[in-house]
């Protein structure tokens, strides 16, 4: 090492990369000084190309691949990540050996004896793993950088390749006085002996991965698929309510929104049965609610639905250190939320309504998700399902706009939510309480049927079984079954809706197997609400946009008198048509003196 450090071979110091600095070197016109061939030759000999390297006079260094008969290489013929490591056939017998960059830096070393191999990829590339598979067998593999940034990274590259691919052993070569650009070629040609090479060796470190740097800034972590192990959706309410995901609730105001989270959360405490009758496991809930007051709203909704109160848990207010109460907000007190959630066991969480607690928020697209997914990421980490509960807007005239666009703020709300529910008026001429709870987004499930419930004033939810009512149009505003108002109806518009003539009551009495006289019933009221229209009498068709009908009661076409309907007094005619006070329907024989009809009247 003296001798060395004499002729200025070998240094004391060093720099973080354990090279010496470079120094630029200034570009001038190029001047060929010299022209060489290596013969690339395969593991068992086998001439498989040419290299061609042309060396300047400004020290850079120019190289082509051509056929082993000399023929140029067209682009992509000879690629050279996967041409073999020079020397690969004469060291492939070694056990150990240094892998060095290029030809001439392989040829240096094996003049002194030294076993050895070269890269012919240049240092921006690396060769393919099949190459590399060659000296896998080494204990130890040398790898011999040329000092230059690009040439330190080629053989980093390969060493994670080597040691990816299973070699033991690998070490890194330092050489700290190496010029720039100095290779192996350079340290031979500097006067270095086989026992110099040999001592240089003794002195490299195993390569270890470098931990990733810090950057300042944000930065991507990105993992390979086949790393990640897929598994199942965790639900709570299979196909409603999963955990780790957030799901919303939106509906109109006063349909039941927050009693039916209570309901749910009462469910939950007790393992209780779903809707569906699967059973709910037993956990713990916690409310975070800006409308309802906890004594007289939430605890006595949970009461009433028979909760285990000893499993919900509310949020009163944030507590600064010296005892001020403020107001909660998901974006500055999400810590604290997770901590609460670890400390209580949450299953659930309610946030009700959920732009409240994002106050300035909700209308941005870009602050919703800043807010929602680092709230999402805390629910998926805990295995805690999500439930924020949402006001929706009034429907377009049309109901072009789906229900889930129809939630109040930005439609980042809607994006953001795994699963989107929608709870809607349904009622009927005998329950005009009914509900319809229906999932009107889902991206982790097909959606499941909706489900129909009721409530009897101050009374406890009620599920009624599924239901075929479309929540979206019960939503919109445009669902015909809304507009009937009940089931019976909704039936009595699909049969005129599939028959192209006309109905009679009698008719469609048979065809639905119900009372004539509740047919009849119906009829009139729906004849006032404008779902049929009556284009003679005794006779009934569903309103059509060519039927005549403009929205009212009135029929298309006026019916055709009989004479005996048609009385005078003195010689002027009295046209005026007898009708039932009830039905607005025309009157014949002694119903005309009585002003009603028979049926009507015992209806």
Request: hydrophobic share 40%.
């Amino acid at each position: 090492m003296a001798a060395l450090r004499e002729r200025g071979l070998w240094g004391s110091g060093n720099t973080s990369n354990g090279f010496r600095p470079l120094t630029p070197t200034p570009s001038k016109a190029r001047r060929v000084i010299g022209t060489e061939r290596y013969d690339a030759l395969d593991i068992a000999g086998n001439l498989v190309a040419i290299h061609q390297r042309t060396d300047y006079d400004d020290g850079s260094k120019g190289f082509a691949w051509l056929h082993p008969d000399g023929r140029a290489s067209h682009k992509g013929e000879l690629p050279s990540k996967a041409m073999p490591l020079f020397g690969i056939a004469r060291a492939q017998q070694a056990s150990r050996g240094v892998l060095v960059e290029g030809e001439k830096a392989q040829l240096a070393l094996v003049e002194l004896r030294i076993t050895s191999v070269g890269s012919v990829t240049g240092a921006s590339s690396t060769p393919n793993d099949d190459v590399l598979r060659a000296v896998l067998h080494w204990q130890p593999i040398y790898l011999w950088p040329d000092n230059d940034q690009q040439g330190v990274q080629h053989m980093l590259r390969i060493a994670a390749r080597l040691v990816a691919l299973g070699a033991p052993d690998v070490r890194i070569v330092r050489w700290t006085d190496a010029p720039p650009k100095g290779d192996a070629a350079d340290f031979v040609a500097a006067g270095a002996t086989a026992e110099d090479v040999k001592r240089l060796l003794a002195t490299a470190e195993p390569w270890t991965p470098e931990p990733e740097p810090v950057a300042d800034g944000p930065r991507l972590d990105i993992v390979a698929m086949s790393q990640v192990e897929a598994v199942p959706v965790d639900w709570l309410w299979e196909r409603w309510l999963a955990r780790g995901k957030l799901a919303l609730i939106g509906g109109h105001v006063g349909d039941g929104k927050s009693t039916l989270t209570t309901a749910i959360a009462a469910t939950l405490s007790r393992g209780g049965r779903w809707p569906d009758g699967t059973r709910a496991p037993v956990g713990n809930t916690l409310f975070l609610l800006a409308e309802d007051a906890l004594d007289d709203t939430l605890k006595p909704r949970l009461i009433l639905h028979g909760a285990d109160c000893d499993r919900v848990f509310a949020l009163r207010a944030v507590r600064d250190p010296d005892g001020r109460e403020r107001g909660f907000s998901l974006a500055k007190h999400l810590p604290e939320l997770e901590a609460a959630i670890i400390r209580h066991d949450i299953t659930l969480i309610v946030i009700d309504p959920l732009s409240s607690f994002m106050p300035g928020s909700d209308r941005n697209g870009e602050e919703v998700r800043d807010i929602l997914i680092p709230l999402v990421q805390v629910i998926d980490r805990h295995s805690v399902a999500g439930l924020g509960v949402m006001h929706l807007g009034k429907p377009n005239g049309g109901g072009a706009r789906r229900a889930v666009q129809m939630l109040l703020g930005a439609t980042a709300f809607g994006a953001t939510a795994r699963i989107v529910w929608a709870l809607a008026a349904g009622p009927t001429d005998d329950d005009p309480n009914r509900r319809v709870l229906g999932v009107v987004k889902t991206n982790v499930s097909m959606k499941p049927t909706s489900r129909a419930f009721t409530r009897a004033e101050d009374g406890p939810i009620t599920w009624m079984g599924e239901t075929t009512d479309d929540i979206e149009a019960l939503i919109a505003g445009t669902s015909t079954r809304n507009d009937a108002k009940t089931p019976e109806r909704a039936d009595i518009i699909e049969l005129l809706t599939m028959r192209a003539e006309p109905m009679r009551p009698a008719e469609i009495s048979e065809a639905l197997d119900m009372p004539e006289g509740s047919v009849r019933k119906m009829l009139r009221k729906m004849l006032d609400v404008g779902n049929v229209t009556q284009p003679s009498y005794g006779l009934y068709s569903v309103v059509t946009l060519d039927s005549g009908n403009t929205g009212n009661s009135w029929p298309s076409e006026l019916p055709v008198l009989p004479e005996s309907s048609v009385t005078t007094t003195g010689t002027v005619a009295d046209t005026r048509v007898p009708l039932c006070w009830m039905c607005g329907l025309l009157l014949f024989g002694a119903d005309v003196e009585r002003g009603v009809h028979t049926e009507c009247e015992n209806d």
